[in-house]
């Protein structure tokens, strides 16, 4: 038997009467108090562009928005488009978040800037690649990799599109690996104190653990990236034949992403309308972090879910290589035709010369932006006789 939770009349009754009045959320966050680096440019909001529209379009416009397509969501090597990608996975974050915004009449356009851009700085062959990069760049120099973190490079210095602070802190502090029975907004006030906090990530791990959104709206998209995996996860968990529904014990919160979807967005709505925070029942939250510790052992860390060892080595083989071309000055190899002049062409970064840029960061950045395809094929083009395989599982396997 399934389960639907619906709102209490009584907040029914709430919501309907402020939109009839016109009553505004006074802890939403207006438009006009957007804050850039730059001031005086272009990006001045018009009546039809508002700050966070702009934000909006040049993330949709960036070079590597397109790369989501071909991005580990949880399951690699598998020949089927039913199986999400990490492009589905930005857009159902986006979905549920602006739902839950406007219900509780929140800054849609700040949502949705926010959740776009969050996986930006995503590896292929998701969080495990993650953990191979983080690994060889502190091998290196002393400083860690988190796709969250790296999101904000792409977005911020990679491609510097004078983002608002706003749209870039919700971006940094989404991680959806740490759930709160409340989330309160933070305070981070300006771009000075920003950059302090996103450069202390690249020393302690601890630091990216402890962001936090400074906006509701920011707030909404972190609860709601948790809210988009846990049920479609499981989902493609039977598209790929790790788990079947009986695996999973059943929750308040449902076990089908329908179900998980709709009753955690209504208990956040009924919880946090017209406050100065996200919350869930406690027993709701519960269930949450029953739900994602079910994932963990059924679908995050059963073998058939994660990347094959080999895409270890190869991705340690890869960096080495493309650093040394790299440092030698090896103009043909890719990390300077494919990477370093596609950067650098980049109408935002004219005047700027990428290659100025520490060269570990460099490496990192190319690989961060690979698709899984990508990657495999570039392994396969720098060592045409490697012994290193993947194989994927076919559609007809």
Same mark, same amino acid.
């Given at each position: ?281 406690? %027993? =709701? +939250?519960? *269930? &949450? ?5 079910? @994932?963990? $052992?059924?679908?995050?860390?059963? #073998? ?68 899984? %395809? =990508? +990657?495999? *094929? &570039? ?5 045409? @006789?490697? $012994?290193?395989?993947?194989?994927? #599982?076919?559609?007809?396997?």
């Amino acid at each position: 038997m399934y389960k639907y939770d619906s709102l209490p009349k009584e907040i029914v009754s709430q919501i309907e009467y402020d939109r009839k009045s016109g009553k505004e959320n006074p802890f939403a966050f207006k438009d006009e108090k957007a804050t850039r680096r730059k001031a005086g440019t272009n990006d001045t909001p018009t009546l039809f562009r508002s700050n966070f529209i702009r934000d909006v379009d040049k993330i949709l416009n960036c070079p590597f928005y397109n790369r989501y397509s071909d991005k580990t969501q949880v399951f690699s090597f598998y020949k089927n488009d039913d199986i999400t990608r990490r492009s589905l996975h930005v857009q159902l974050v986006s979905r549920i978040a602006r739902t839950i915004g406007k219900a509780l009449n929140l800054n849609l356009e700040l949502i949705e800037a926010i959740a776009l851009g969050h996986d930006l700085g995503h590896t292929p062959f998701g969080h495990a690649g993650e953990k191979m990069l983080d690994n060889i760049y502190f091998s290196h120099t002393n400083r860690h990799f988190a796709h969250n973190i790296q999101s904000i490079r792409v977005l911020d210095k990679i491609f510097p599109y004078n983002l608002c602070l706003q749209t870039l802190d919700g971006i940094a502090g989404h991680n959806g690996e740490i759930e709160k029975e409340v989330y309160t907004p933070s305070n981070v006030c300006d771009f000075t104190e920003f950059d302090r906090l996103i450069e202390d990530c690249y020393i302690d791990q601890n630091k990216i653990l402890s962001l936090n959104p400074s906006t509701l709206e920011g707030c909404v998209v972190r609860i709601s990236d948790i809210i988009a995996y846990l049920g479609k996860d499981r989902q493609d968990g039977t598209r790929t034949k790790v788990y079947n529904e009986n695996d999973f014990e059943k929750t308040v919160i449902g076990n089908l992403n329908a179900e998980i979807i709709n009753n955690l967005s209504v208990n956040i709505i009924k919880n946090s309308y017209g406050k100065n925070y996200i919350k869930l029942d406690a %027993d =709701y +939250f519960a *269930d &949450l972090v029953k739900a994602k510790k079910q @994932n963990y $052992k059924t679908l995050y860390l059963n #073998k058939s879910a994660d990347v094959e060892d080999t895409v270890n080595e190869m991705m340690n083989l890869t960096f080495e290589k493309l650093l040394n071309d790299l440092t030698s000055g090896k103009e043909n190899s890719p990390i300077f035709t494919h990477h370093v002049a596609y950067v650098n062409k980049s109408h935002y970064n004219k005047g700027n010369d990428y290659l100025k840029e520490e060269k570990c960061q460099i490496v990192v950045d190319y690989i961060a932006s690979m698709t899984d %395809d =990508y +990657f495999i *094929d &570039l392994y396969n083009h720098l060592f045409p @006789n490697s $012994k290193l395989k993947i194989e994927y #599982k076919g559609y007809f396997d």
